[in-house]
């Protein structure tokens, strides 16, 4: 929770709540990499079962990508483990509807980074991102 609150605090501008009825429904949590502030890195996608299927994270990525704050961004970035297949495709739709590349390298070994407790994770990165994007492209 703790570090969900600084994440709330500290990465607002790249981070977006959405809501059903007055509960949370949806979360992305991201942030520029400091090392390039063109890119945005999406650290978590979640969610709720109950409002799954409406394509709500995709729409949540691409507020982000509206935001004026963030319209120097032209590239994202995120990590998959090669068994999360939902993930893989969201990130597929969102190159598909931002019309942009979708590259796919190694990034994190299980073995090497994770000794062997965690799945090794793909770097994704979705590039180039338009500046003048629209959210309608998201619906």
Known sequence: MYCNLLQCRDFAETSVLAEMDGEAVGWVSGYRRPADPSTLFIWQVAVHERARGLGLA????????????LGDVVRMQTTITPDNHASHALFRSVAERANAALEETACFDEERHFEGRHASERLITISPLNSKR???SAT
Do not use: C
């Open 134 to 136: 629209s959210a309608r």
């Open 58 to 69: 995709r729409r949540m990525l691409f507020d982000l990508l509206e935001r004026q704050e």
